[in-house]
């Protein structure tokens, strides 16, 4: 199956999501590298820490039709 990023704030992260690319802190120290996958412990902590948004990987049942026209 095809999948696509999407940069989501942590309150619409759903748990078990996997990061697109990693997240790191304001002086570049990875906080959680990519591909890592993100339960309901790791989300609050990054809304603790003030993290804005995340990419995260999902599945895309859209045809290439329609992906091809957006």
Do not use: F, Y
Not at 38 to 45: I, S
């Amino acid at each position: 199956m095809k999948t696509r990023q999407r940069c989501l704030p942590p309150t619409l992260i759903p748990p078990g999501s996997r990061l697109a690319l990693p997240i790191t802190s304001a002086n570049g120290v990875v906080l959680l590298a990519a591909g890592a996958l993100l339960d309901e412990g790791q989300l609050q902590n990054l809304i603790r820490r003030g993290v804005e948004a995340a990419t995260i990987e999902q599945d895309d049942p859209r045809a290439a039709e329609d992906i091809a026209a957006q």
